[in-house]
């Protein structure tokens, strides 16, 4: 890889990965990554950079999955997910599509055994092998779920959720270093002090966690279909760092889902253009009604397993709730529509189009104080092999509704030889994430068996930034393909020039060298 950056700096670095061969289930990538940056201190982005100068900078990721038995009649699998980075800044500055996706990469091991397809035994541990961000470790935590089967032969069915681990927190070292001079400052307030003093104590806990479900399918002779549910937990807080004595709560939980289905066939809609033949409409109200009532835990507590900011609608069941720690009273009733158009295709059904509308109405809201939620509706059209379209929204419709959210995906070709992506998303008014309105163009055409072009483009029309722009020639050469880029980046405050060289070898399928345009 040769980068030209606009301060005239010239990079070298090489990138190497191997993949297994495709059809081998225990599939592996070793990735590797080093450059000497000579100019660490060249930052990518508007955010200050000072007091960096680590030229020596790399990256070694692994991840390999293996199939393991190890216990008597089970059936499982082994995971090693390691990523070591130099420094904080190695992402945003040389993968910065990783970056936008996984800024802080996991570090994992784990072993997981299954019996029968009802039980999962799954022991893991996640490691801090990268000082420079906030992370949390577990050293390690057992899981045991169980899902949802028959209780002793009978209509009721039980599904379970148990874990039990030892959980570290750390800030990042350089928040660390940073929070330790300024309690050092002679100028720092004694208000100031103690809240630098809660920052640096040491949040560790062992915790115990059981959640048991029961739940009853029923069909009534009207067509509706209801399932009860009633759920029981328990937390068990232990070894808790700091002035906190261990801590217990226990968790009680309720909820009935309700739907109707109503279903019309339309034999005549046959357009071999838009991939019908024929079309059943499904058309499906439903309902759920769910409850949460929980023990608070003292105010001075430092949760682990805590909700982060998200878009999104949370779940509704105590059961898929990762976030065990923020687990707090709620009341819930979402009421929804979903739309299905299904069509035939290759001799089985195909799902053309799905439309699912929903709100939540709140008596007790665990987030942010609402009434009302907004009015959510997802969409996925995907009418043929070269057409797929998915669009969610959200939009306010009380006053106590809080952002609006518009993301739309466009995957489509146009001819056999030609690709284009669109994705688009516009959010506003969200109370913890920023203002947003970005779009990203990405084509590839294929001109002949030997010769290809391609163009990705990035706007963020919140600041009227053309934030990338990025050309590429694609050759194949049938062993080998080779592939030039040349790419601009706004950053704000500066400009970013680059051009990128790729060779693929195409004969060895489990060996490649891949260049991305992405730094």
């Known amino acids: 890889m040769v980068t030209y950056t606009a301060n005239e700096e010239l990079v070298l670095a090489l990138d190497v990965e191997s993949y297994a061969q495709k059809a081998n289930p225990n599939l592996g990538i070793i990735s590797g990554y080093y450059i000497h940056d000579f100019d660490p201190s060249e930052r990518r982005s508007a ?80 490691l801090r092998i990268n000082e420079h961000y906030r992370s949390d470790q577990r050293l390690p935590e057992v899981a045991f779920d169980q899902i949802r089967r028959p209780l002793f032969g009978s209509a009721i ?124 409409h499904v058309f499906q109200p439903y309902t759920t009604a769910t409850i949460l009532k929980t023990d608070a835990l003292d105010a001075t507590f430092r949760p682990i397993d805590k909700l982060t900011a998200s878009t999104r609608p949370r779940a509704l069941y105590p059961g898929r709730f990762a976030a065990i720690d923020d687990l707090t009273d709620w009341k819930i009733l979402r009421l ?29 809201d665990p987030e942010f104080n609402r009434s009302v939620s907004n009015l959510y509706t997802d969409v996925h059209w995907s009418p043929l092999p070269w057409l797929d379209l998915t669009v969610e929204t959200q939009l306010p419709l009380f006053s106590d509704s809080n952002f609006t959210e518009v993301a739309t995906g466009l995957e489509f070709m146009p001819n056999e030889n030609t690709e284009i992506g669109v994705t688009h998303r516009y959010l506003q008014g969200h109370p913890i994430l920023s203002d947003s309105n970005r779009l990203e163009f990405r084509a590839y055409h294929r ?73």
């Open 47 to 126: 955010e200050p950079r000072t007091n960096f100068d680590q030229s020596e900078r790399y990256r070694l990721q692994v991840r390999q999955r293996a199939e393991v038995n190890a216990l008597p009649g089970a059936k499982g699998h082994a995971d090693i997910n390691m990523t070591l980075l130099s420094d904080r800044f190695f992402l945003e500055d040389y993968r910065t599509k990783d970056f936008t996706t996984d800024f802080q990469p996991d570090n994992t091991l784990s072993l997981s055994q299954s019996w029968d397809d009802n039980y999962l035994l799954t022991a893991w541990t996640r």
């Open 157 to 280: 069915l039980h599904e379970s959720q148990n874990t039990i681990g030892l959980y570290r927190e750390e800030l990042a070292d350089y928040v660390e270093d940073d929070l330790r001079a300024e309690y050092d400052d002679p100028s720092t307030s004694a208000s100031r002090r103690n809240t630098i003093e809660g920052f640096l104590a040491n949040t560790g806990f062992a915790r115990f966690h059981t959640y048991h479900e029961l739940s009853l399918p029923m069909k009534l002779d009207s067509g509706l279909h209801v399932i009860p549910r009633v759920g029981m937990g328990h937390t068990r807080y232990e070894g808790i760092q700091g002035p906190l004595d261990s801590q217990s709560r226990t968790h009680f939980s309720a909820s009935v889902d309700a739907s109707l289905k109503f279903t019309k066939r339309y034999p005549d809609w046959i357009s071999k253009p838009l991939g019908l033949d024929s079309a059943l």
């Open 336 to 364: 929804g529509a979903r739309n299905r158009l299904l069509t035939r295709r290759d001799g089985s059904s195909h799902q053309w189009l799905e439309v699912d509308t929903y709100i939540d109405v709140f008596g007790e």
């Open 447 to 519: 001109i002949n068996e030997e010769w290809g072009i391609g163009a990705t483009h990035r706007w963020e029309f919140a600041d009227s930034t053309l934030e990338f722009q990025q050309y590429s020639l694609h050759r194949n050469l049938d062993s080998w393909a080779f592939t030039m880029g040349v790419f601009t980046r706004d950053n704000l405050d500066q400009d970013e020039y680059g051009v990128l060289f790729g060779f693929t070898l195409t004969d060895f399928p489990s060996l490649s060298l891949p260049l991305e345009v992405n730094n």
